[in-house]
């Protein structure tokens, strides 16, 4: 037991490493942008267009993971499919057109969808075998990774370096890292005759309604991201700095919260954090919507943030215990939720061309209620301990909706 103990602790120290290095990609890859836009020649809207190619990427190979994972173990399908995102990021600034660019962004999006969610499920198993919240931690984890690089990034480009060299450096780098720190996960494998998952399937019934709470947090999340600046701009009458400042409140307060998210939900429970956060987002909003000043907007915004931060890590995790393939379900929960962060920001910019941005963001505070009385599906199910005599580090399956205590 002290062998398995300490394997869990060691595989958490890599799984910590493997969401920050998955978080240095889009980091990285953010602060570019502006170059690749002229690089290609393309306008606002076909950029847009090309800036799509991740979502469907992602979408469409996110149910691959699961099978990946059955087919290789935790380990090499995390080892394999990161080192796949790292080496995709010296992709787009390769691309000469919008045809290429669209092409690289798609297998940019493909190879973080289906890393995301392995690596998701491998935080779900270290989770359960330390039998403490971490998945809260490892979100937050992801956020700082990405500040990082793209505090480098930005460097980067003050400084006039090519940004071809700068991604297929940081790719390179990455990519040793990835290598590295993905020897310290758990290979977890599949139980004698259990059957491989689909290439392709509806998410189970369980996930599904997992992901609907996902959905809901993600929402306001997505809305807020692209929104907020602009609510504080057109509804306050602010400035373009405070607007900016509106929205780096609102994305501190996601990373710090998701930081130490992981002490109040061993202390509450998953389901009462959530309702917690659904109640303090469902605040928030109906601060946004009755402001007409910076001075309560603003903290209306920080609410939600505080509210919704740990609502995805926990679907994760729920998705895990929810019983069947573990990666199976977290994929089709990171299905739908990412679904959600798609179609917030449009819906948001929708109901404001055809109402207000105060229509728009009563909608958003619909949506952070909702948790309240949904957040029962994420209850914990309990898991039983490892299989007997496997050695540490390398297990089976346990049986589904068992937890050690």
């Given at each position: 037991?002290?062998?398995?103990?300490?394997?869990?602790?060691r595989a958490r120290v890599g799984v910590s490493l493997v969401f920050a290095?998955?978080?240095?990609?889009?980091?990285?890859?953010?602060?570019?942008?502006?170059?690749?836009?002229?690089?290609?020649?393309?306008?606002?809207?076909?950029?847009?267009?090309?800036?799509?190619?991740?979502?469907?990427?992602?979408?469409?190979?996110?149910?691959?993971?699961?099978?990946?994972?059955?087919?290789?173990?935790?380990?090499?399908?995390?080892?394999?499919?990161?080192?796949?995102?790292?080496?995709?990021?010296?992709?787009?600034?390769?691309?000469?057109?919008?045809?290429?660019?669209?092409?690289?962004?798609?297998?940019?999006?493909?190879?973080?969808?289906?890393?995301?969610?392995?690596?998701?499920?491998?935080?779900?198993?270290?989770?359960?075998?330390?039998?403490?919240?971490?998945?809260?931690?490892?979100?937050?984890?992801?956020?700082?990774?990405?500040?990082?690089?793209?505090?480098?990034?930005?460097?980067?480009?003050?400084?006039?370096?090519?940004?071809?060299?700068?991604?297929?450096?940081?790719?390179?780098?990455?990519?040793?890292?990835?290598?590295?720190?993905?020897?310290?996960?758990?290979?977890?494998?599949?139980?004698?005759?259990?059957?491989?998952?689909?290439?392709?399937?509806?998410?189970?019934?369980?996930?599904?309604?997992?992901?609907?709470?996902g959905f809901c947090g993600v929402f306001a999340e997505g809305a807020s991201?692209?929104?907020?600046?602009?609510?504080i701009k057109a509804v306050t009458g602010s400035s373009a700095g405070t607007?900016?400042?509106?929205?780096?409140?609102?994305?501190?307060?996601?990373?710090?919260?998701?930081?130490?998210?992981?002490?109040?939900?061993?202390?509450?429970?998953?389901?009462?954090?959530?309702?917690?956060?659904?109640?303090?987002?469902?605040?928030?909003?109906?601060?946004?919507?009755?402001?007409?000043?910076?001075?309560?907007?603003?903290?209306?915004?920080?609410?939600?943030?505080?509210?919704?931060?740990?609502?995805?890590?926990?679907?994760?995790?729920?998705?895990?215990?929810?019983?069947?393939?573990?990666?199976?379900?977290?994929?089709?929960?990171?299905?739908?939720?990412?679904?959600?962060?798609?179609?917030?920001?449009?819906?948001?910019?929708?109901?404001?061309?055809?109402?207000?941005?105060?229509?728009?963001?009563?909608?958003?505070?619909?949506?952070?209620?909702?948790?309240?009385?949904?957040?029962?599906?994420?209850?914990?199910?309990?898991?039983?301990?490892?299989?007997?005599?496997?050695?540490?580090?390398?297990?089976?399956?346990?049986?589904?909706?068992?937890?050690?205590?």
């Amino acid at each position: 037991m002290a062998d398995d103990l300490h394997a869990a602790r060691r595989a958490r120290v890599g799984v910590s490493l493997v969401f920050a290095v998955h978080g240095a990609v889009t980091g990285t890859f953010a602060t570019r942008i502006p170059w690749i836009q002229d690089h290609t020649g393309v306008g606002p809207g076909q950029l847009g267009l090309a800036l799509l190619a991740p979502a469907v990427g992602s979408f469409l190979a996110m149910p691959l993971a699961g099978r990946i994972v059955h087919r290789f173990g935790a380990r090499a399908a995390v080892r394999g499919l990161l080192m796949l995102w790292t080496m995709s990021l010296a992709l787009p600034a390769l691309a000469p057109n919008l045809g290429l660019l669209w092409l690289s962004l798609f297998v940019y999006g493909a190879s973080a969808g289906m890393s995301d969610v392995a690596m998701n499920a491998q935080g779900v198993e270290v989770e359960s075998r330390l039998d403490r919240s971490i998945m809260s931690g490892l979100h937050g984890l992801w956020y700082v990774g990405g500040l990082a690089a793209s505090g480098f990034g930005v460097l980067a480009a003050h400084l006039g370096v090519d940004p071809r060299l700068h991604y297929a450096v940081v790719a390179l780098i990455l990519t040793c890292l990835g290598y590295g720190v993905s020897g310290l996960l758990l290979d977890v494998r599949p139980a004698a005759g259990e059957e491989a998952p689909p290439r392709f399937a509806l998410p189970p019934r369980a996930a599904l309604l997992i992901g609907l709470v996902g959905f809901c947090g993600v929402f306001a999340e997505g809305a807020s991201v692209d929104w907020s600046g602009v609510y504080i701009k057109a509804v306050t009458g602010s400035s373009a700095g405070t607007a900016a400042a509106c929205y780096a409140v609102f994305a501190a307060t996601m990373a710090v919260v998701r930081l130490a998210g992981d002490h109040v939900v061993d202390r509450l429970g998953p389901v009462r954090t959530v309702r917690l956060g659904g109640t303090v987002a469902t605040a928030g909003g109906l601060l946004v919507v009755f402001a007409r000043t910076p001075y309560l907007a603003i903290p209306g915004f920080a609410l939600i943030g505080l509210g919704v931060a740990v609502v995805v890590p926990l679907a994760f995790a729920a998705a895990g215990r929810a019983g069947g393939n573990a990666s199976q379900a977290i994929a089709g929960v990171a299905t739908v939720t990412y679904t959600s962060g798609l179609v917030a920001p449009a819906i948001v910019g929708g109901i404001a061309q055809i109402s207000s941005l105060t229509v728009s963001f009563a909608v958003v505070t619909l949506m952070a209620a909702a948790l309240v009385p949904s957040a029962g599906v994420l209850g914990r199910r309990r898991r039983t301990a490892p299989t007997a005599g496997a050695p540490a580090g390398s297990t089976t399956r346990r049986p589904a909706g068992t937890r050690a205590d």
